[in-house]
């Protein structure tokens, strides 16, 4: 089989050319990462899981008629996704106070925001992705009025449909980020969430106890990061009901 050529590799994903033009390979490392790449592990299983969660919310999405990238998942660690240019920004919906806002507003970690809120932050490693207010994106081009407010609306659609499952298995959606690309079907341009949607992208908690489900479990030294995604799959009914958390878990077509 000849070597398949690579495009590029991020901190949790590598990207390869894919099969038809057009058309890219998302491969999902076990790789974890935190404070800009400070903080790093290797969690078997991680990227197995990942796979599999981004893919069950990629194609939710579409159901509800959310365009995505996603196009299908090739096997336990690869998705067939349509290429498409990644505009520079981190989409960020906060509906709970967590993270940075509460070093940055002086919020209580957990408390109820009065509406959900949309930061933006500019993708550059080098300068630790810093937030960017809407006159910066237009001024240096990185999108739109137009490319701004279809941006917001896609995003708070995926937060009411993330919330809405998510609260159906007793988990809370504190937060989550997302990446924007723009597609071209001849001349008419149209965005659709790229890159994944997993606990990696996502803050949850549980309903009940307060248990973090995502990747502050790995920030913070609070346990076994794939058996909190682990849990999150199990709930959603990516895994069998049955099955206990595992590094290397068993999925369910």
């Given at each position: ?8 590799e991020g ?9 038809e033009?057009?058309?890219f390979v998302?491969?999902f490392k ?8 400070e ?11 990942n796979?599999?969660l981004?893919?069950y919310?990629m ?5 509800i008629?959310?365009p ?7 096997n336990?660690r690869?998705?067939l996704?349509r290429?498409?240019?990644?505009i520079?920004l981190e989409?960020?919906?906060?509906n ?5 806002i509460c070093?940055r507003?002086g ?8 509406r ?9 490693d080098s300068?630790g992705?810093?937030?960017?207010a ?15 407010d279809d ?33 071209w079907?001849?001349?008419f ?11 990696d992208?996502?803050?949850l908690?549980?309903q ?6 995502d ?7 609070l ?10 799959a199990?709930?959603?009914?990516v895994?069998p009901?049955n099955?206990?958390p595992?590094?290397?878990p068993?999925?369910?077509?």
């Amino acid at each position: 089989m000849a070597r398949r050529k690579l495009i590029y590799e991020g901190k949790a994903k590598i990207l390869y050319e894919g099969p038809e033009p057009g058309t890219f390979v998302q491969y999902f490392k076990d790789d974890a990462t935190a404070f800009n790449a400070e903080k790093k592990d290797v969690i078997e299983g991680k990227g197995v899981l990942n796979n599999r969660l981004s893919e069950y919310f990629m194609v939710g999405l579409a159901s509800i008629g959310v365009p995505t990238h996603f196009l299908k998942r090739l096997n336990m660690r690869e998705q067939l996704i349509r290429q498409c240019e990644i505009i520079p920004l981190e989409v960020i919906v906060r509906n709970r106070a967590a993270g940075s806002i509460c070093k940055r507003l002086g919020l209580e970690e957990g408390a109820t925001l009065p509406r959900p809120i949309i930061e933006f932050c500019y993708k550059d490693d080098s300068l630790g992705d810093p937030l960017v207010a809407e006159e910066h994106i237009i001024a240096f081009g990185w999108a739109s009025q137009q490319d701004l407010d279809d941006m917001v609306a896609l995003a708070l659609r995926v937060n009411d449909f993330m919330s809405g499952l998510m609260h159906g298995v007793g988990i809370t959606l504190v937060d989550f980020k997302i990446e924007i690309g723009r597609v071209w079907d001849n001349e008419f341009q149209r965005l659709v969430v790229a890159d994944e949607i997993s606990p990696d992208s996502c803050r949850l908690w549980d309903q009940k106890t307060g248990q973090k489900l995502d990747k502050d479990v790995f920030r913070r030294d609070l346990g076994n990061l794939a058996d909190a995604y682990t849990e999150v799959a199990r709930r959603l009914g990516v895994l069998p009901a049955n099955v206990s958390p595992a590094s290397k878990p068993t999925l369910v077509n």
